[in-house]
């Protein structure tokens, strides 16, 4: 059961009822995690300057952007990201298969993009830390420390996503990702 209110753009404080209305636009409806975060403008308006930069500087792909979340995601335990994140990695792309492949830690062949995750992986499960050995396994990959640096970004924007997911207890109001043992 949620712990705090889901909100609709009628029912917001003030503050951030702009924010999302602009969800409400980008996504057909208004998402379960973005009413919750309207019930405090702050946190809302945090999750919204968090993805604008993304989006306006980020340089990953939608599938990049995809299997990060899906990563993460997974090493978080986030229900809730987890489901949203695969019917969008589906969108940019990727099989269903696919996605739980990527949960559970295989990108098959891609051995660049698997080098990638593994340095999400860990700055998601270690407080920010990442090995010697998955960043340099990146670089020899061909990531560069532009790319480096912005994935820490990206695994900054799903851990605020999974852990209010966590702190709210939001409900899904998306298909659910498929169990990892399936």
């Given at each position: 059961?949620p712990?705090?209110?889901?909100?609709?753009?009628d029912?917001?404080?003030?503050a951030g009822?702009?924010t999302?209305?602009r969800?409400?636009?980008?996504?057909?409806?208004?998402?379960?995690?973005?009413?919750g975060?309207?019930h405090s403008p702050?946190v809302?308006?945090?999750?919204a300057a968090i993805?604008g930069?993304?989006?306006e500087?980020?340089?990953?792909d939608?599938r990049?952007?995809e299997a990060?979340?899906?990563?993460?995601g997974?090493?978080d335990?986030?229900?809730?990201c987890q489901s949203?994140?695969?019917?969008?990695?589906k969108?940019?792309g990727?099989t269903?298969?696919?996605?739980?492949a990527?949960r559970r830690?295989?990108?098959?062949?891609?051995?660049k993009l698997a080098?990638?995750l593994?340095?999400?992986r860990?700055?998601a499960?270690?407080?920010?830390?990442?090995?010697?050995?998955?960043?340099?396994?990146a670089v020899a990959?061909?990531?560069t420390?532009?790319?480096?640096?912005?994935v820490?970004a990206?695994v900054a924007?799903?851990?605020?996503?999974?852990?209010?997911?966590?702190y709210?207890?939001?409900?899904?109001d998306?298909?659910a990702a498929?169990a990892?043992d399936?």
């Amino acid at each position: 059961m949620p712990r705090i209110p889901v909100h609709t753009v009628d029912n917001a404080p003030a503050a951030g009822r702009e924010t999302l209305r602009r969800l409400e636009k980008r996504f057909g409806r208004v998402l379960n995690i973005h009413g919750g975060m309207a019930h405090s403008p702050v946190v809302l308006e945090t999750y919204a300057a968090i993805n604008g930069a993304i989006a306006e500087h980020g340089t990953f792909d939608a599938r990049t952007r995809e299997a990060i979340a899906l990563a993460v995601g997974a090493v978080d335990e986030c229900a809730y990201c987890q489901s949203a994140h695969t019917v969008s990695a589906k969108a940019a792309g990727f099989t269903e298969e696919q996605t739980v492949a990527i949960r559970r830690g295989d990108t098959g062949d891609d051995a660049k993009l698997a080098a990638l995750l593994q340095v999400a992986r860990e700055i998601a499960g270690e407080l920010g830390h990442a090995s010697d050995a998955a960043w340099d396994k990146a670089v020899a990959e061909g990531w560069t420390d532009t790319e480096l640096t912005e994935v820490f970004a990206h695994v900054a924007a799903n851990l605020y996503t999974n852990y209010f997911n966590h702190y709210a207890r939001t409900d899904l109001d998306v298909p659910a990702a498929p169990a990892l043992d399936a």
